[in-house]
């Protein structure tokens, strides 16, 4: 996902989950695997944005084969520069449980 109109959508129309670390979008659709990544200014300058953007890319493609279709977005959170990687991963965990989006096979 590129495109701002796209990222607004999912803001208005897809549920939520908020942990201390990250923030999670998700609309479910059919057929259609879509992931955005967003950090903000308040993260810091383009260095440690681009630091946290890599987190959640690298943290989403270690649970991408078990998700439900559809559009996800990833929000960073200030925390993210300053928690452990275990707590991290815990936090990444907890927002896809919360929606619900993990599949059981």
Known sequence: MKQHREFQY???KGKDSHSDSVVLFFL???NTHKVGFT???KI????????AKRKL???????????K??????????AINDIS?????????????????????
């Open 69 to 78: 279709d559809g559009t996800y977005i990833f929000v960073a959170k200030i």
């Open 85 to 105: 990687h275990e707590v991290f991963q815990n936090d990444f965990k907890k927002v896809l449980n919360r929606l619900h989006v993990i599949e059981q096979k």
């Open 10 to 12: 999912i803001y208005r």
């Open 39 to 41: 950090a903000t200014k």
């Open 57 to 67: 890319r690298a943290q989403f493609r270690e649970y991408s084969p078990n998700l």
């Open 28 to 30: 479910p659709t059919q």
């Open 44 to 51: 810091g300058n383009a260095v440690k944005r681009n630091r």
